[in-house]
């Protein structure tokens, strides 16, 4: 067996017995495992599976949803995400690239400027490096760069879902989550924003929520299955891939048999 | 080959007259607010001149101008707005923006409700007990206005709250998540957003308080003052209360006083009105989805 780089990086984010519900009902449960640094940690699963809610959890949305609550224990970065002094530092520190791109109502620059706005950065000229540089990451700054002062809701769906890649890369976030980024992107578009993340990679650590098997296949150092709210396996992509599996529910998954 | 049918025809048929039927009750709806205007243009433009605006009304009332009217009216309409827009705008925020649903929430929508259907009579009396008498304003523009803006509260709250609730969720969650907290995704998304659908509640505040009478009879409104006020501590005359006067009250106004009074009432909530419309033009020009 092949000794992966990834394996020997640092914990980032360590899962521990994590069960997730809404209003008393559990949609996820015994959640286990660690994402180690600078690696793509995919998570697939069919819908409804909990992907989505574990995606919440780490950013502590439950906090602005009464309904939801979670029991277990997450640390990020060696603390617990419960006890983090300041939920809107922990957020600023995760960046999240939703199904939809969501352009926020205002110009291209100003959705890249938004949150280094909000954390006190107020010269222009910051504003202007920080902007280049996370469209540049992003791969959208030759398309936009004339363009800047337009509405990001007037691009196209491929060059907003990159705008909100590049607003989710404006804080320098150490995590980067990312559920279904390309539901609503064209082909082409999604390698381009594939090659960007296997960039990334070298930098920061990123969870990769797709039901697109192949995409996990192609992106992904380590995964998990999540089924009808729980982890069915963790294990390297590659093994996993060449047959190495434990449960017969993955390998049909993975293999295409599944509802 | 794309024969209609029997039925096709019959349904196409009753699609007109139901189209036919609406159209009717729409023009309907007009044709009392076309009469009015048509009646007050007539009638009271043969008394509308800059004398009649700028002077004040002599001989009992049965002449000269209503220029202490107007103004009162201007200070009413303003103190109110002053009341309930920010108390209105802030409850309506809380209440879309923070609160959670359970009893206490529901307690509080439930009155609001119960707010917008008190009579202004009884909102009149509510302010001669609470402003005049117990806070000892006395009879004044200051308690005047209180009353009205308690009054259209509920108006000002609910076009608030839908304003709000047409703000796409997706643009306050993707907020939360760039660890924007709940006011700083209000301050710069949620209110810049929602601002054109909570000037429409306050064009419909000012009408309604422009042209209320009851609730400022007892409170703050005189039916003659020879002077303008000079602080929310004096009374006021006002224009509606001017008209109930005139046409109720005073022996012997030539009959086409009150129209013009009316014609400037009118005028004077249809420009407040307009301004307030361009503004949401120009704002909905700028509207960024």
């Given at each position: 067996?092949?000794?992966?780089?990834?394996?020997?990086?640092?914990?980032?984010?360590?899962?521990?017995?994590?069960?997730?519900?809404?209003?008393?009902?559990?949609?996820?449960?015994?959640?286990?495992?660690?994402?180690?640094?600078?690696?793509?940690?995919?998570?697939?699963?069919?819908?409804?599976?909990?992907?989505?809610?574990?995606?919440?959890?780490?950013?502590?949305?439950?906090?602005?949803?009464?309904?939801?609550?979670?029991?277990?224990?997450?640390?990020?970065?060696?603390?617990?995400?419960?006890?983090?002094?300041?939920?809107?530092?922990?957020?600023?520190?995760?960046?999240?690239?939703?199904?939809?791109?969501?352009?926020?109502?205002?110009?291209?620059?100003?959705?890249?400027?938004?949150?280094?706005?909000?954390?006190?950065?107020?010269?222009?000229?910051?504003?202007?490096?920080?902007?280049?540089?996370?469209?540049?990451?992003?791969?959208?700054?030759?398309?936009?760069?004339?363009?800047?002062?337009?509405?990001?809701?007037?691009?196209?769906?491929?060059?907003?879902?990159?705008?909100?890649?590049?607003?989710?890369?404006?804080?320098?976030?150490?995590?980067?989550?990312?559920?279904?980024?390309?539901?609503?992107?064209?082909?082409?578009?999604?390698?381009?924003?594939?090659?960007?993340?296997?960039?990334?990679?070298?930098?920061?650590?990123?969870?990769?929520?797709?039901?697109?098997?192949?995409?996990?296949?192609?992106?992904?150092?380590?995964?998990?299955?999540?089924?009808?709210?729980?982890?069915?396996?963790?294990?390297?992509?590659?093994?996993?891939?060449?047959?190495?599996?434990?449960?017969?529910?993955?390998?049909?998954?993975?293999?295409?048999?599944?509802? | 080959?794309?024969?209609?049918?029997?039925?096709?025809?019959?349904?196409?048929?009753?699609?007109?007259?139901?189209?036919?039927?609406?159209?009717?009750?729409?023009?309907?709806?007009?044709?009392?607010?076309?009469?009015?205007?048509?009646?007050?243009?007539?009638?009271?433009?043969?008394?509308?001149?800059?004398?009649?605006?700028?002077?004040?009304?002599?001989?009992?009332?049965?002449?000269?101008?209503?220029?202490?009217?107007?103004?009162?009216?201007?200070?009413?309409?303003?103190?109110?707005?002053l009341f309930s827009v920010p108390l209105g705008v802030a409850a309506a925020v809380y209440l879309s923006e923070y609160a959670r649903d359970n009893w206490f929430t529901r307690t509080i929508n439930l009155a609001i409700i119960n707010l917008a259907g008190v009579p202004s009579i009884v909102?009149?009396?509510?302010?001669?007990?609470?402003?005049?008498?117990?806070?000892?304003?006395?009879?004044?523009?200051?308690?005047?206005?209180?009353?009205?803006?308690?009054?259209?509260?509920?108006?000002?709250?609910?076009?608030?709250?839908?304003?709000?609730?047409?703000?796409?969720?997706?643009?306050?969650?993707?907020?939360?998540?760039?660890?924007?907290?709940?006011?700083?995704?209000?301050?710069?998304?949620?209110?810049?957003?929602?601002?054109?659908?909570?000037?429409?509640?306050?064009?419909?505040?000012?009408?309604?308080?422009?042209?209320?009478?009851?609730?400022?009879?007892?409170?703050?409104?005189?039916?003659?003052?020879?002077?303008?006020?000079?602080?929310?501590?004096?009374?006021?005359?006002?224009?509606?209360?001017?008209?109930?006067?005139?046409?109720?009250?005073?022996p012997g106004v030539p009959e086409d006083l009150p129209y013009g009074v009316a014609f400037v009432l009118i005028a004077l909530v249809m420009v407040m009105n307009s301004l307030s419309i361009a503004f949401r033009v120009y704002l909905r020009g700028k509207k960024k989805w």
């Amino acid at each position: 067996m092949v000794s992966l780089p990834h394996s020997v990086n640092p914990v980032k984010l360590a899962v521990d017995d994590v069960a997730v519900s809404y209003s008393g009902k559990t949609v996820l449960k015994g959640v286990t495992f660690d994402i180690h640094e600078h690696e793509i940690f995919g998570i697939i699963g069919p819908a409804n599976s909990g992907k989505t809610s574990f995606l919440k959890t780490l950013n502590r949305m439950d906090i602005f949803n009464p309904a939801m609550s979670f029991t277990g224990r997450i640390s990020f970065s060696g603390q617990d995400i419960r006890t983090w002094r300041n939920v809107y530092s922990l957020r600023s520190r995760i960046g999240v690239v939703f199904p939809l791109p969501v352009g926020l109502p205002l110009t291209v620059y100003e959705n890249v400027a938004f949150a280094p706005r909000l954390a006190g950065v107020s010269r222009k000229e910051d504003l202007d490096i920080i902007v280049e540089r996370c469209l540049a990451r992003a791969a959208l700054w030759d398309e936009v760069k004339d363009r800047l002062e337009t509405l990001g809701s007037l691009l196209s769906g491929g060059q907003q879902q990159r705008l909100t890649i590049a607003r989710a890369l404006s804080q320098d976030p150490e995590l980067l989550m990312l559920d279904e980024f390309s539901i609503a992107v064209d082909p082409v578009t999604t390698m381009r924003i594939e090659d960007v993340l296997k960039d990334l990679k070298k930098e920061i650590t990123i969870v990769l929520v797709t039901n697109l098997v192949q995409q996990a296949r192609r992106l992904a150092d380590r995964m998990a299955l999540f089924l009808d709210g729980e982890v069915v396996e963790v294990g390297v992509t590659e093994e996993m891939f060449a047959g190495h599996v434990k449960d017969q529910r993955t390998k049909d998954y993975l293999d295409g048999r599944f509802g | 080959m794309f024969e209609a049918s029997e039925l096709n025809i019959r349904n196409r048929k009753v699609q007109r007259l139901f189209r036919i039927l609406f159209l009717l009750m729409t023009l309907l709806l007009i044709l009392p607010v076309a009469i009015i205007l048509a009646i007050l243009t007539w009638k009271g433009s043969s008394v509308i001149n800059l004398s009649f605006l700028f002077t004040s009304p002599t001989e009992g009332m049965t002449a000269g101008g209503i220029f202490p009217a107007l103004i009162g009216t201007i200070w009413l309409v303003s103190v109110a707005l002053l009341f309930s827009v920010p108390l209105g705008v802030a409850a309506a925020v809380y209440l879309s923006e923070y609160a959670r649903d359970n009893w206490f929430t529901r307690t509080i929508n439930l009155a609001i409700i119960n707010l917008a259907g008190v009579p202004s009579i009884v909102h009149a009396l509510f302010g001669v007990g609470a402003f005049v008498l117990f806070f000892k304003f006395g009879t004044c523009i200051l308690a005047a206005s209180l009353t009205l803006g308690i009054m259209t509260l509920p108006v000002v709250i609910v076009s608030t709250w839908n304003a709000l609730q047409a703000v796409p969720m997706a643009f306050r969650e993707a907020c939360w998540n760039m660890g924007a907290t709940k006011w700083q995704t209000i301050r710069r998304i949620v209110l810049p957003n929602s601002i054109s659908g909570i000037l429409t509640g306050i064009i419909l505040m000012v009408s309604q308080t422009a042209g209320e009478t009851a609730p400022i009879m007892f409170t703050g409104a005189a039916f003659f003052l020879p002077h303008l006020p000079h602080s929310v501590f004096d009374q006021t005359m006002a224009l509606s209360l001017h008209l109930f006067v005139l046409a109720t009250q005073v022996p012997g106004v030539p009959e086409d006083l009150p129209y013009g009074v009316a014609f400037v009432l009118i005028a004077l909530v249809m420009v407040m009105n307009s301004l307030s419309i361009a503004f949401r033009v120009y704002l909905r020009g700028k509207k960024k989805w």
